[in-house]
């Protein structure tokens, strides 16, 4: 069984910037990270499968957020630019199969809160 492990969550204000951070990456499997709000379902911020030099981004991040992946340190980043107080949310970490739903990752971290304040 694989423990994903998240890090690099924070209060920051709107405009502000953070760096998430997963490990272990696992190979051959899509990365991605969720995020979910209180009373919202989860949903896909963005994944990245190296593999295949694939990279996808919700549209409510596209140039602002940064899905990167560093194979010799297996972790997996998130660079959150330009933060909004509507990206206030528990961000996840998740290893599957690249698509838009969340059943089809198989392993999951625990979360890192995000806090933006206007």
């Known amino acids: 069984q694989v423990r994903l492990v998240e890090s690099g969550g924070g209060s920051v204000q709107a405009g502000g910037s953070l760096r998430l951070s997963c490990a272990p990456t696992?190979?051959?499997?899509?990365m991605g990270w969720f995020r979910q709000a209180p009373g919202k379902e989860r949903e896909v911020v963005a994944y990245i499968y190296s593999g295949g030099g694939i990279t996808y981004y919700a549209d409510f991040v596209k140039g602002r957020f940064t899905i990167s992946q560093d194979n010799a340190k297996n972790t997996l980043y998130l660079q959150m630019n330009s933060l909004k107080p509507e990206d206030t949310a528990m961000y996840y970490c998740?290893?599957?199969?690249?698509?838009?739903?969340?059943?089809?990752?198989?392993?999951w971290g625990q979360g890192t809160q995000v806090t933006v304040s206007s």
């Open positions: 696992i190979s051959s499997y899509c």
């Open positions: 998740a290893a599957g199969r690249c698509s838009l739903s969340e059943r089809t990752y198989n392993y």
